[in-house]
């Protein structure tokens, strides 16, 4: 995450939408730790496609008088009242029924899903879920990621470290990155197995630099072996790493209940607390900023968006 792109650029509750189409497009190019909504996503594209498109002066003006005189022209009647363009139209359809179907609008065929912001209506019976705007990019791995992990409270140590690790690695990086990379690096880190991974030495670094499926940089992967040993003697004095972490937020999540993104904070109190005693104790990449995502991820902080189908009520 770009901290100082997002503190120089806040995107208003009240934006409407091509204003927050304008940030998601400037968010993409400079942070990018979420991926564009959907919806408007739709729109830009819609937006290129009309420039496209555009047509020039001369014809405008040859559409408009075309239709001026369509308008003032009287059609011929038959003897029965009905227009002789209403008859060949009529006789047209008699002659061609999926003529009819054709000209229906695409949204207006059966079981084909209409768009309606962030909503998705499929045919009868279908979900509708609404998830918060980063997981509505169209990538199946964060949606999934949304439904299933994130916000989800976990009391789980091995679970609890393996988000600890990825959080540190994700630094500086997005977060599909990682997500991309998750299972190279159960594979590389012997399934985020502390005790395998705090016996790591120089030559297992060595063969962790050089593998590509996971994010070589050498003070991440140093800073994993060194959480794997602070995180050993954290289990051992406290029983357990969940116990001592949950005590944070008095043993239960903080639901916050954001109407917008732009209501979730990079940091708080509680994760400045979280940070400075992780560090005390000889943690590695676990800044405030950090914490507060690991604390996101492993439910400790609710912060599902109003709307959300995950969203507390």
Known sequence: MN????????????????ARMRWHLAHHKHCGCRPIPAGLARLAKAAKTVGAVKPGRKDADK?????TRERT?????????????????????????????????????????????????????????????????????YAQYH???????????????EMLILEGAQAGLSWITILRKRENYRRAFDGFDPRKMAAYD?????????????????????????????????QKEFGSFSRYL????????????????????????VSDALSKALQKRGFKFVGSTICY?????????????????????
């Open 3 to 18: 901290r100082k792109w997002h503190a120089a650029h806040v995107l208003p509750r009240n934006a409407n939408d091509r």
């Open 63 to 67: 559409s408009a008088a075309r239709v």
């Open 73 to 141: 022209a009287r059609p011929g009647r038959t003897a029965k009242g009905v227009s002789s363009t209403k008859r060949s139209t009529a006789s047209r359809t008699r002659q061609n029924p999926a003529a009819t179907r054709r000209s229906q609008p695409p949204a207006a065929r059966p079981g084909r899903p209409k768009a309606a912001g962030n909503l998705f209506a499929g045919p009868p019976g279908a979900a509708i879920r609404r998830r918060c705007g980063w997981a509505e990019g169209g990538d199946a791995l």
């Open 147 to 161: 439904d299933e992990e994130w916000g989800r409270p976990s009391r789980d140590d091995r679970h609890l470290f």
């Open 202 to 234: 120089a030559r297992r670094i060595k063969k962790l630099l050089g593998d590509e499926g996971i994010v070589r940089n050498r003070l991440k992967i140093a800073a994993a072996v060194a959480n794997a040993k602070a995180f050993l003697a954290t």
């Open 246 to 269: 949950w005590d944070f937020v008095g043993g239960k999540p903080l639901v916050n209940r954001p109407a917008s993104l732009a209501d979730v904070p990079a940091h708080t109190d």
């Open 293 to 313: 995502a690991f604390m996101q991820a492993t439910g400790l902080v609710n912060d599902h968006v109003t709307g959300c189908f995950l969203a507390t009520r």
